[in-house]
């Protein structure tokens, strides 16, 4: 009796010669196109991490002038402004880590407006609402750029990424 050995006849025949390398073709392959997609993935949340720095800045920035003492300037005529170095700093303070990687490109700008509770309007000047009490909108805008660290031709090199906070304070 005479059994044969499956394994000796496909060699005999030659069939396993030719799917030799294929598997690892296909694993170079896979591997790769596996790691691109884990590096977009990090470089994805690595931008939206920045981009929600860049929000809370911008909510910072307001917040410091919702704060006493030194929210707002006031001027020889009794007009007030928002004290925009104390607003950047709080800005700057909120986002260290984008502020970090590229500070001369973070900025912010501020403006504000007035108005009176009782509907009347205001020239944020003290002492315009005579029979009630002054609203200030404060508006902060945050701007940086943000450099991946893979570039795309066809995405460019640097995205800009905003932030917008308005907020009703009292001064």
């Known amino acids: 009796m005479h059994f044969r050995q499956p394994c000796v006849d496909i060699i005999k025949r030659g069939d396993l010669r030719k799917d030799a390398g294929q598997a690892l073709v ?3 392959l896979s591997f790769s196109v596996i ?20 929000a809370n800045a911008a909510r910072a920035a307001p917040q410091f002038a919702c704060m006493g003492g030194g929210s707002f300037i006031s001027n020889a005529n009794g007009q007030l402004s928002p004290n925009t170095a104390g607003m950047l700093n709080a800005a700057e303070a909120d986002a260290p880590q984008v502020y970090n990687l590229n500070p001369s490109a973070f900025t912010l700008s501020a403006s504000m407006t007035c108005k009176c509770a009782n509907g009347g309007t205001s020239t944020c000047t003290e002492g315009d609402c005579v029979d009630s009490f002054m609203l200030v909108t404060v508006t902060a805008q945050t701007q940086t750029t943000f450099k991946p660290l893979i570039h795309l031709s066809s995405l460019g090199p640097t995205f800009t990424l905003n932030g917008q906070s308005v907020q009703e304070v009292l001064p």
Request: aromatic share 4%; hydrophobic share 65%.
């Open 26 to 28: 296909e694993t170079a």
């Open 35 to 54: 790691i691109l997609l884990l590096l977009g993935a990090v470089e994805l949340g690595s931008m939206a991490y920045a981009a929600i720095e860049m």
